[in-house]
């Protein structure tokens, strides 16, 4: 144990935030997230951890709405993730009754950023140690997905992932970003994503929980039948390239 983690504004000597840092190992502890935005759509992704029988689902979801057209989904600490979105929901409720417009996907994003940043320089508290990425579609249209982690600083991307597998998911999207941004349809780009969480952790699709938000749509989360028939889809996709590929061997 350092002295220099006892409190959050405290510098080590080689100029680090301890307790940003260990909020940032709780990340990717976490849950595996994955999120891309194609010119149709916005998928948010996340692996589920199993649940109890006796448990009722819907209070597991880690795939929460922040207003009709944004949803956020997060890896680390649950209770921390839940803090921060009732904090962006009254957020964005206030920007609708202030400003009579939906706020924007970087307006929230900026806001959670700012939070953070905040609690890692006051004495009595800690970083939140969760990182988050927001998904939505702005006023005119344009999709739009963004991270932030426990530090307070936040970027937008095309598609992005964090938590335990965040690299294993992070080689698969970095391998397809063309046929990611080419994907004609929300169901191609669902199929991405079940493939990206499927690549890293070879979980049933029970284990999955998927969100697809379209412009001016409802929030669409996906069916477990859904997710079923693209994981059984994967895998016989799979299976045909291995044959393939003894087949090229074999020559």
Same mark, same amino acid.
């Given at each position: 144990?350092?002295?220099?983690?006892?409190?959050?504004?405290?510098?080590?000597?080689? !100029?680090?935030?301890?307790?940003?840092?260990?909020?940032?190992?709780?990340?990717?502890?976490?849950?595996?997230?994955?999120?891309?935005?194609?010119?149709?759509?916005?998928?948010?992704?996340?692996?589920? +951890?199993?649940?109890?029988?006796?448990?009722?689902?819907?209070?597991?979801?880690?795939?929460?709405?922040?207003?009709?057209?944004?949803?956020?989904?997060?890896?680390?600490?649950?209770?921390?993730?839940?803090?921060?979105?009732?904090?962006?929901?009254?957020?964005?409720?206030?920007?609708?009754?202030?400003?009579?417009?939906?706020?924007?996907?970087?307006?929230?994003?900026?806001?959670?950023?700012?939070?953070?940043?905040?609690?890692?320089?006051?004495?009595?508290?800690?970083?939140? !140690?969760?990182?988050?990425?927001? !998904?939505?579609?702005?006023?005119?249209?344009?999709?739009?997905?963004?991270?932030?982690?426990?530090?307070?600083?936040?970027?937008?991307?095309?598609?992005?992932?964090?938590?335990?597998? !965040?690299?294993?998911?992070?080689?698969?999207? /970095?391998?397809?970003?063309?046929?990611?941004?080419?994907?004609?349809?929300? @169901?191609?780009?669902?199929?991405?994503?079940?493939?990206?969480?499927?690549?890293?952790?070879?979980?049933?699709?029970?284990?999955? &929980?998927? @969100?697809?938000?379209?412009?001016?749509?409802?929030? /669409?989360?996906?069916?477990?039948?859904?997710? &079923?028939?693209?994981?059984?889809?994967?895998?016989?996709?799979?299976?045909?390239?291995?044959?393939?590929? +003894?087949?090229?061997?074999?020559?």
């Amino acid at each position: 144990m350092s002295r220099f983690d006892e409190s959050v504004n405290i510098y080590s000597p080689d !100029g680090h935030l301890l307790q940003v840092e260990y909020a940032q190992e709780a990340v990717r502890k976490g849950s595996t997230v994955v999120g891309l935005r194609t010119k149709e759509c916005v998928v948010l992704g996340v692996e589920k +951890r199993a649940i109890d029988s006796l448990q009722i689902e819907r209070t597991s979801r880690k795939i929460k709405k922040i207003d009709q057209h944004m949803a956020m989904t997060f890896a680390g600490l649950t209770a921390d993730a839940r803090v921060l979105v009732s904090r962006a929901q009254v957020e964005a409720q206030s920007h609708r009754l202030n400003f009579d417009r939906p706020a924007s996907v970087e307006y929230i994003t900026r806001y959670l950023a700012r939070l953070k940043q905040t609690y890692t320089q006051s004495v009595a508290r800690r970083p939140f !140690g969760v990182s988050c990425l927001i !998904g939505g579609f702005d006023e005119d249209g344009r999709p739009r997905l963004f991270q932030t982690d426990p530090s307070g600083i936040y970027y937008e991307w095309s598609a992005n992932t964090t938590g335990r597998l !965040g690299q294993t998911v992070n080689e698969y999207l /970095e391998k397809n970003t063309a046929a990611i941004s080419r994907a004609p349809d929300a @169901a191609s780009a669902m199929k991405h994503v079940v493939r990206a969480l499927f690549t890293a952790t070879s979980l049933d699709a029970s284990f999955y &929980e998927l @969100a697809v938000l379209r412009y001016r749509q409802p929030i /669409e989360m996906v069916k477990p039948e859904t997710l &079923e028939y693209l994981l059984g889809v994967i895998k016989q996709e799979a299976v045909e390239e291995a044959l393939k590929q +003894r087949r090229r061997n074999a020559l």
